[in-house]
């Protein structure tokens, strides 16, 4: 089994940087699995399946979520730009403006 996620020979990355790596494959493979139960769900007939996916997707959000704090905590200018993103009212993209102007004021 191969693997390509790395795009340095991996013995030339220290553990963490092969740590993070896998949580950014990881965070990856959570959000193409939420996708995929989200077409599911919008085409499937059968309520007891659709329980069963949107329950899966649940779980699958909730990975996603972890995997993103696991990095947020190794690159604190990760956080700082999210801040003034997520969970704000208003325009997304005038946040992520002001994000890059906080991130770069944290350096």
Known sequence: MGFDQYHEPA??????????????AS?????????WY????????????RAIMANAQGEE?????MDLEFLLRQKP????????ILF???DIVAHGEEAEEAEHDAT
């Open 38 to 49: 989200e077409q599911r769900l919008a085409v499937e007939p059968n309520s007891q399946a």
């Open 11 to 24: 013995n030339e990355l220290s553990p963490e940087i092969r740590t993070f790596a896998r949580m950014i």
């Open 27 to 35: 965070l990856t493979e959570e959000a193409e699995a939420i996708g």
């Open 61 to 65: 959000f909730k990975h996603f979520g």
């Open 77 to 84: 200018k990760w956080r700082v730009a999210l801040q003034d």
């Open 88 to 90: 704000k009212e208003g």
